[in-house]
């Protein structure tokens, strides 16, 4: 018998998302973000869903050409950019959209002798001070873009430091706006939290990410079916032993966790070589056969640790739940002092994934 961990990605879930989305969005056209490998869940297994999308947007360009060679016929975007003059070619071929954030790149894309313009996606600085000009230099790239002939047509965007507060875009929309003054040409700076919170972000194009995957962009509000989405990823087990404690006995690595009575525990397999977080503490809620019951000591590398003392029935087979419909990924984040993100990001290619339905 295989190992009994396993991942779901339910694709009838991003199509529902992708609605949800859509309707916040109103005229705006959505591009779904998908790096990182459509966050963990696999760009090319997602494909038939996002293909609902007006747009989707990666980093790698590898991952941009083979959503081309897959018949993706929507904007493809780079949110990084091009690196080199090379990738700029590339992209031509491909019809790719490049993001030029950095005086080198617009170097590059002057110089370079391309088969066709691109559409290029001018980003300001707004105040992440990651990627992107200040506001002068963002004046001065646009007036070069406006005329090369590189250049088939232009998106000015910016990305929110902090659009999952209530007042978390208002500066930097105020910014952003000024900056584009008097530019009759799109823009975009809606990210999910801002398309799900400020409306008056949405712009031309909206860039949703984690919420097309059915998690919270808000770190204080863990309950994506409160924002209408569908958890795309569901991980499982299965418990594969239970130990009888008794007051005194420890659990895993280091006795981080001492009984103070009788106990039984269930180990299941998974560990942080699965992508579960190791620095989840004891309590870190999981569901075993439809309850919800939370892990004790250390996750180890291919093994956690569960308290089945409440859940008489449950024993070696019962299901696991790590996260998914039951137990929303953020929850099990925000116990670990992370975020949904990483933890979906983190799925390591070990686990066997299946795609458990298909878009409507």
């Not at 590059?108 to 391309?114: M, N, P």
């Not at 958890?231 to 087990?237: G, Y």
Request: charged residues 20%.
């Amino acid at each position: 018998m295989p190992r009994p961990l396993r991942a779901r990605v339910d694709l009838a879930a991003i199509a529902a998302n992708l609605a949800v989305l859509r309707r916040h969005a109103g005229a705006a056209r959505l591009m779904a973000v998908a790096k990182a490998d459509a966050y963990g869940h696999g760009l090319q297994r997602c494909l038939p869903a996002l293909r609902a999308a007006d747009g989707v947007a990666v980093v790698e360009i590898a991952q941009a050409m083979g959503l081309r060679e897959a018949g993706f016929q929507g904007t493809v975007l780079l949110l990084e950019g091009a690196f080199d003059e090379h990738e700029l070619t590339v992209c031509a071929h491909h019809r790719l959209a490049v993001v030029v954030h950095e005086a080198t790149q617009l170097d590059h894309l002057s110089r370079a002798r391309l088969p066709r313009p691109l559409q290029v996606w001018l980003k300001l600085n707004s105040g992440m001070n990651r990627l992107g000009f200040r506001p002068g230099a963002f004046t001065r790239a646009r007036a070069v873009l406006e005329t090369a002939v590189n250049v088939e047509s232009l998106v000015l965007m910016t990305h929110f430091a902090s659009a999952d507060r209530v007042d978390g875009v208002a500066d930097a929309l105020a910014l952003f706006e000024r900056a584009c003054a008097g530019a009759p040409v799109p823009r975009s700076c809606a990210n999910s939290a801002a398309l799900l919170r400020h409306p008056a972000a949405r712009g031309d194009w909206v860039r949703p990410g984690i919420a097309v995957y059915g998690a919270s962009p808000f770190e204080q509000d863990d309950d994506p079916a409160a924002l209408g989405l569908r958890p795309v990823m569901e991980l499982v087990s299965e418990v594969i032993s239970v130990q009888a404690l008794e007051r005194g006995d420890a659990v895993g690595y280091g006795g981080a966790f001492v009984a103070d009575r009788p106990m039984r525990v269930g180990i299941v397999a998974c560990g942080y070589a699965d992508g579960y977080p190791r620095h989840a503490p004891t309590g870190t809620p999981v569901v075993v056969a439809g309850a919800i019951t939370g892990t004790l000591g250390r996750v180890s590398m291919d093994l956690l640790a569960v308290d089945l003392t409440p859940l008489p029935e449950a024993g070696v087979g019962s299901p696991v739940e790590l996260w998914g419909p039951n137990l929303s990924v953020d929850t099990v984040a925000r116990a670990a002092g992370t975020v949904g993100y990483e933890l979906l990001c983190a799925l390591a290619p070990r686990v066997p994934v299946s795609v458990v339905s298909a878009p409507d």
